[in-house]
């Protein structure tokens, strides 16, 4: 058979399997496109499951709703700035101090806050739940209480005030609310129980604040000047202070109580600033602690008095020390105008009910004694 002949017996055979090649092409180029189509034929996409009935909210989550809805718009927003002189230009540049927490106390515009979050201010923002922002004076402060009082104008549409409770029946354990604006996220809602009662911490850069509210509502940076609100939708206490060793909630949170703020802001609205009125004694719960209790009394003993004091006057004797070492009580003060004491604590909270000038029956433990003792109450030196 020579070349030629070969040549024509085999392209017949290479024609058929080309064709046979090019069809096997076609047929998967078609099922390659056509694949997603009958897949999605095949199998249809999932369609979103079928939403579970809810139902009705527990009875004490829609308490929650119910106070956050009723208290929040109330809450404000406080943006402080402070001037600052630049030291080539000697210009004076307005720059941002910090934000807190506040809420509106009367229906004149005051606005009740900490003292810290506006202290060394020169200029305060309040901003409403509704979004507008007000321009802010100063009426009044009470470093001793944390407490400021701010006023703005409202023209239209003022939030209204946030009922006010009472702190002097509050128990351990109750469901407390905190409303405020923790590293500038406005209106947030944390919750929480009373942790405890009469709690003392330092003051910032002055004397302790005393008789405080703690609760582990968590409580951040910004919610300073905020309101803890108890389960019937009254304020209880101010948001005041954290004890965190990393600066953020570590559970233990602190409140001003509000029968304080109830006494102290109706004088700081009337005259700029509360006055303390003083008997002029010193004293210690802890170190009078053992000679009380040697004794045999309650009260507040007196463990020194103020020079040129109502207390000097009147003649008042202080703990002394005996010739042999031993401390030997003097006075110790049972009641004021009837009313028992047994700390510190509680004679303050009587004494911050009078001013200076007021006078006051004070019922003195002496050498085993009862005794009555008129007394005007003073004025802080300085």
Same mark, same amino acid.
């Given at each position: 058979?020579?070349?030629?002949?070969?040549?024509?017996?085999?392209?017949?055979?290479?024609?058929?399997?080309?064709?046979?090649?090019?069809?096997?092409?076609?047929?998967?180029?078609?099922?390659?496109?056509?694949?997603?189509?009958?897949?999605?034929?095949?199998?249809?996409?999932?369609? =979103?499951?079928?939403?579970?009935?809810?139902?009705?909210?527990?009875?004490?989550? $829609?308490?929650?709703?119910?106070?956050?809805?009723?208290?929040?718009?109330?809450?404000?927003?406080?943006?402080?700035?402070?001037?600052?002189?630049?030291?080539?230009?000697?210009?004076?540049?307005?720059?941002?101090?910090?934000?807190?927490?506040?809420?509106?106390?009367?229906?004149?515009?005051?606005?009740?806050?900490?003292?810290?979050?506006?202290?060394?201010?020169?200029?305060?923002?309040?901003?409403?739940? /509704?979004?507008?922002?007000?321009?802010?004076?100063?009426?009044?402060?009470?470093?001793?209480?944390?407490?400021?009082?701010?006023?703005?104008?409202?023209?239209?549409?003022?939030?209204?005030?946030?009922?006010?409770?009472?702190?002097?029946?509050?128990?351990?354990?109750?469901?407390?609310?905190?409303?405020?604006?923790?590293?500038?996220?406005?209106?947030?809602?944390?919750?929480?129980?009373? /942790?405890?009662?009469?709690?003392?911490?330092?003051?910032?850069?002055?004397?302790?604040?005393?008789?405080?509210? $703690?609760?582990?509502?968590?409580?951040?940076?910004?919610?300073?000047?905020?309101?803890?609100?108890?389960?019937?939708?009254?304020?209880?206490?101010?948001?005041?202070?954290?004890?965190?060793?990393?600066?953020?909630?570590? @559970?233990?949170?602190?409140?001003? =109580?509000?029968?304080?703020?109830?006494?102290?802001?109706?004088?700081?609205?009337?005259?700029?600033?509360?006055?303390?009125?003083?008997?002029?004694?010193? @004293?210690?719960?802890?170190?009078?602690?053992?000679?009380?209790?040697?004794?045999?009394?309650?009260?507040?003993?007196?463990?020194?008095?103020?020079?040129?004091?109502?207390?000097?006057?009147?003649?008042?004797?202080?703990?002394?020390?005996?010739?042999?070492?031993?401390?030997?009580?003097?006075?110790?003060?049972?009641?004021?105008?009837?009313?028992?004491?047994? /700390?510190?604590?509680?004679?303050?909270?009587?004494?911050?009910?009078?001013?200076?000038?007021?006078?006051?029956?004070?019922?003195?433990?002496?050498?085993?004694?009862?005794?009555?003792?008129?007394?005007?109450?003073?004025?802080?030196?300085?």
């Amino acid at each position: 058979m020579s070349d030629h002949d070969h040549w024509e017996t085999a392209t017949p055979r290479r024609r058929a399997w080309h064709r046979v090649v090019i069809a096997g092409v076609v047929i998967g180029a078609l099922v390659l496109f056509a694949w997603p189509a009958t897949h999605r034929w095949l199998n249809p996409p999932p369609a =979103p499951r079928e939403v579970t009935a809810r139902g009705d909210l527990a009875a004490d989550e $829609q308490n929650t709703i119910a106070i956050f809805e009723s208290v929040s718009p109330s809450v404000v927003n406080i943006t402080t700035t402070a001037r600052v002189r630049d030291f080539w230009t000697r210009r004076v540049n307005e720059v941002p101090r910090g934000t807190g927490s506040g809420f509106v106390w009367d229906d004149q515009g005051h606005v009740v806050t900490n003292w810290h979050v506006v202290a060394g201010a020169s200029r305060a923002l309040v901003g409403l739940d /509704s979004g507008r922002t007000f321009e802010a004076v100063l009426v009044g402060a009470s470093p001793a209480h944390d407490l400021a009082v701010l006023k703005i104008n409202v023209p239209i549409d003022a939030p209204p005030p946030v009922p006010v409770g009472s702190s002097a029946d509050l128990k351990v354990g109750q469901k407390v609310f905190a409303i405020g604006n923790p590293f500038g996220l406005d209106h947030t809602l944390t919750t929480g129980v009373i /942790s405890a009662l009469d709690r003392t911490i330092p003051g910032e850069n002055g004397p302790d604040i005393e008789g405080l509210v $703690q609760t582990d509502a968590a409580i951040n940076p910004g919610n300073s000047g905020g309101p803890l609100i108890d389960s019937a939708g009254r304020l209880i206490g101010i948001n005041t202070a954290i004890y965190s060793p990393s600066g953020a909630s570590a @559970g233990i949170g602190f409140a001003v =109580p509000v029968d304080v703020v109830n006494r102290v802001v109706p004088r700081l609205v009337a005259d700029g600033r509360f006055v303390r009125p003083v008997i002029g004694i010193s @004293g210690d719960d802890e170190v009078a602690a053992r000679l009380l209790e040697e004794a045999g009394v309650e009260g507040v003993a007196i463990l020194g008095i103020t020079p040129g004091s109502p207390a000097e006057r009147l003649g008042l004797r202080p703990a002394m020390r005996a010739p042999d070492g031993r401390a030997v009580l003097g006075d110790v003060i049972q009641a004021i105008d009837g009313k028992p004491v047994r /700390s510190l604590s509680e004679l303050t909270t009587i004494l911050e009910s009078h001013q200076a000038g007021d006078t006051v029956v004070l019922t003195l433990w002496r050498d085993g004694e009862l005794l009555p003792a008129e007394v005007v109450l003073g004025a802080p030196a300085g």
